[in-house]
């Protein structure tokens, strides 16, 4: 276009009323031009911005939910600690309980041989007895 704007300036040089108009002309076509460039740049800008606000828009909403989840993780990491704390009491109660049940075994043990020690010394005291 500039080629063109050149040339016909060139041409128009030789009559300076013609040239004039022409030039007049031009200008009123760059200045409309520039015009129609910059409504379209507002446009252009206006887009960009509501874009940008629905970006911001869906940014604001995936950090809420990325907050909820976590909030929910951290409930449930709670409730898991919590049950395993209730488990690690359960099982201290069963190895205690295990403990005892053993204890309780060995004593049996224990009385089981008192007790057959008994007898044979009465099964000897008895025998001695029907000797004499």
């Not at 300076?16 to 910059?38: M, N, T």
């Not at 690690?88 to 060995?106: E, L």
């Amino acid at each position: 276009m500039k080629f063109v704007t050149l040339a016909a300036l060139a041409a128009m040089a030789a009559t300076p009323a013609l040239a004039d108009s022409v030039v007049r002309e031009q200008a009123r076509a760059d200045y409309h031009q520039a015009k129609a460039d910059a409504a379209r740049s507002q446009d252009q800008k206006e887009d960009a911005q509501a874009i940008a606000g629905a970006s911001q828009a869906d940014a604001a909403s995936a950090q809420a939910q990325a907050n909820a989840a976590q909030d929910d993780a951290a409930t449930q990491q709670a409730r898991a600690n919590a049950s395993k704390a209730k488990a690690d009491i359960a099982q201290n109660q069963a190895d205690a309980s295990q403990a005892q049940a053993d204890s309780a075994q060995a004593q049996a043990a224990q009385a089981t041989a008192s007790r057959d020690a008994a007898l044979d010394r009465a099964d000897d005291a008895r025998a001695v007895a029907r000797s004499n």
